[in-house]
């Protein structure tokens, strides 16, 4: 019963990261808009190009939806409204988003065309650059909270929430999880202007209709992350548990949507200087920071 | 729950979400279908067959960062269990990690100066 409930939450999240992405991009509010686009999409032609590596070109956009699902699994709206608290929670979000390189890796390879394989091989340089940066503020995370269950996490953060304990180790993850949502500045693997779409480019039809319902699941699960690992999750005064987690995840979202607009979009090779020579210090940094806090004040 | 029956929860998932996928397909499948015309496979370069071959072997230029993004993944698959233990093992877990985590921090310093860090 919370297991469908849950995912029909993640439904209509997908649904207003969607019209939230529109918002951002043509500064028109349209709720309808993501249905009519769906409805295209599923109208149209799926075209196979001529000699695709049929298996991973199938496989991509599932592989991309199970993997934002799967991680929505373990994150909590409420202390109850969870699809299973694992005991491994906070390392099973790592595992299960891993598998986003991999989709995008299969989508690149896949058709056989030159733009997207670039795109997929793109994704694999950012992920060299952003995934220390997903597992080390983390790791700081779990520090403090004892224990890699999800729920256990927030509750660790009643009294100051880690976005205050651990500012540092917020404004990496966050900055990672963009790059693992391949969100603007970070979207080179599927930019529209020199690849023709990247990875999407050989994708057209209800083929594209799944990836890019992957992508918004993708979105929405990652702010999610955030907030259960940074802004004290469900916690807050007056309103009830399931409103906090409502408006905190939806106002990430839309920071995470509206900052990559005001940025020049980012190379791979770029990414990978500024994470590897600022970035993991700066991580090695904030759990060394967190290790003293932790000792100093139980 | 169990762990055996969270587990088999995250496999319905995937089994949920691949019949989902799939039933999109049909519904698809029943609004149109796709029309084999000449021309119309050719993949995304330009309206024409790409000169050369797309699947060649791909110089990956971030190697450096790669062979070093392999040591501190090694390591953090140990950082995991030692996290959750921090608290209660104290100063010593703290100098214990402090000490791995110098030493690893010196390879990325050697790295770098050895020029690793950069697009090669």
Redesign the interface.
């Known amino acids: 019963m919370t ?1 469908v409930l849950l995912l029909l939450l993640l439904a209509v999240g997908a649904y207003l990261v969607a019209v939230l992405e529109d918002w951002t991009v043509s500064g028109r509010f349209r709720l309808t808009a993501p249905v009519l686009a769906g409805i295209a999409l ?2 149209r ?6 000699k695709p590596d049929r298996i991973f070109f199938e496989v991509a ?2 592989l991309l ?2 993997s934002a ?2 991680a929505a ?1 373990v994150v909590p709206l409420t202390p109850d409204l969870i ?5 491994t929670g ?2 099973f979000i790592n595992a299960a988003l891993v598998y986003v390189l991999v989709a995008l890796l299969m989508a690149g ?1 896949g ?7 670039i795109g997929g ?1 793109r994704f ?2 950012q992920l ?2 952003y ?2 940066l997903i ?2 503020p983390i ?2 995370v ?2 403090r909270a ?3 269950l999800t729920t256990q996490v927030v509750v660790s953060q009643a009294g100051v929430w880690n976005i205050i304990y651990q500012p540092l180790g917020f404004i990496l993850f966050f900055i990672a999880a963009m790059a693992l949502a391949f969100l603007p500045p970070f979207d080179l693997t599927t930019s529209k202007g020199e690849l ?2 990247g990875v999407e ?2 994708y057209a ?2 083929r594209l ?2 990836f890019r319902l992957g992508r918004l699941a993708l979105i929405i699960t990652l702010a999610a992350a955030t907030v259960i690992f940074y802004l004290g999750g469900w916690q807050g005064p007056l309103l009830p548990p399931w409103a906090w987690s409502t408006i905190k995840i939806l106002a990430v979202t839309t920071i995470m949507l509206l900052a990559g607009r005001y940025m020049p979009r980012i190379r ?2 770029d990414l ?2 500024w994470c ?2 600022l970035g ?2 700066l991580a ?1 940094l904030n ?2 920071l967190v ?2 806090l ?2 100093v004040f ?1 | ?1 169990s ?1 055996l029956e ?1 587990y088999g ?2 496999l319905g ?2 089994v949920g ?2 019949g989902f ?1 799939l039933s ?2 049909v ?2 499948r029943i ?2 279908k ?2 084999q015309e000449p021309g ?6 330009a309206g024409q067959l ?1 000169r050369d071959p ?2 060649v072997r ?1 110089h ?3 190697y450096g ?2 062979l ?2 392999l040591a ?2 090694m390591e ?1 698959a140990y ?2 269990p030692w ?6 093992v ?2 010593v877990a ?1 100098l214990d ?2 000490v791995f ?1 110098a030493i690893l ?1 010196l390879g ?1 310093l050697y790295g ?1 100066s050895q020029g690793a ?3 090669q």
């Open positions: 297991t599923l109208g032609e799926s075209i196979v190009p001529r956009p599932f939806l199970i699902i799967l699994a699809i299973t608290d694992m005991a906070a390392l390879w058709p056989d065309g030159a733009y997207a394989m091989w694999l340089g060299i650059a995934a220390m597992v080390m790791t700081a779990v520090m004892e224990s890699l023709a779409g480019a050989e039809g209800v209709a799944v791979e090779a990978l200087a590897w020579m993991i210090p090695l759990i060394l290790g003293v932790v000792l139980p | 729950m762990m969270q929860l995250l998932l995937i979400t691949v996928v999109l397909f519904l698809a609004v149109g796709t029309r119309k496979d050719v993949p995304a370069t790409s797309v699947w791909y990956a230029r971030y960062y790669a070093l993004f501190f993944d953090m950082m995991y996290a959750v233990v921090y608290k209660q104290g100063l703290l990690m402090g985590l921090f990325l770098w860090l950069r697009r």
